[in-house]
């Protein structure tokens, strides 16, 4: 009886860390199918900031500057939508400023250790058109 309830134990813990709904994941993948245009230098004001903890991640919203390729500010939005500057250093794994392939930086650690990646949401390329299907008469 004991062992029944350990391994129903096991297997809702096991199910549930598959359950749980990782942003950042879908986010990358649908990226990685489509594809995204050059990200030009400027101020984004609807990008997706993804923080990494344990188990996943979580998103918000934000804008970012990015000037020659590399990301040197982001703000964080509220949600009565004012933005606050993130006043941490960051940088990337090499201690440089992050840059940007395919709508989305590399991974930034912050001075405190946290670990975000920030995704420009607008610049995914579109889905490709579906061909439509012809209908056969069935009376042939």
């Known amino acids: 009886?004991?062992?029944?309830?350990?391994?129903?134990f096991a297997l809702i813990t096991y199910l549930g860390s598959y359950a749980q709904d990782d942003c950042f994941s879908r986010l990358e993948k649908a990226f990685n199918k489509r594809g995204a245009y050059t990200i030009s230098d400027d101020m984004h004001r609807n990008v997706i900031i993804s923080f990494f903890e344990e188990g996943g991640s979580t998103c918000v919203t934000g804008k970012v500057r990015v000037?020659?390729?590399?990301?040197?500010?982001?703000?964080l939005q509220y949600k009565d939508d004012t933005y606050e500057l993130m006043d941490k250093k960051?940088?990337?794994?090499?201690?440089?400023?992050?840059?940007?392939?395919?709508?989305?930086?590399e991974m930034i650690y912050t001075a405190d250790g946290e670990k975000l990646r920030v995704v420009f949401i607008e610049k995914i390329k579109p889905k490709a058109k579906s061909l439509k299907t012809a209908d056969i008469p069935t009376d042939l």
């Open 1 to 8: 009886m004991k062992k029944s309830l350990l391994l129903v």
């Open 67 to 75: 000037e020659n390729g590399t990301i040197v500010s982001i703000f």
């Open 90 to 105: 960051f940088n990337n794994a090499k201690k440089m400023a992050p840059t940007i392939e395919n709508g989305i930086s």
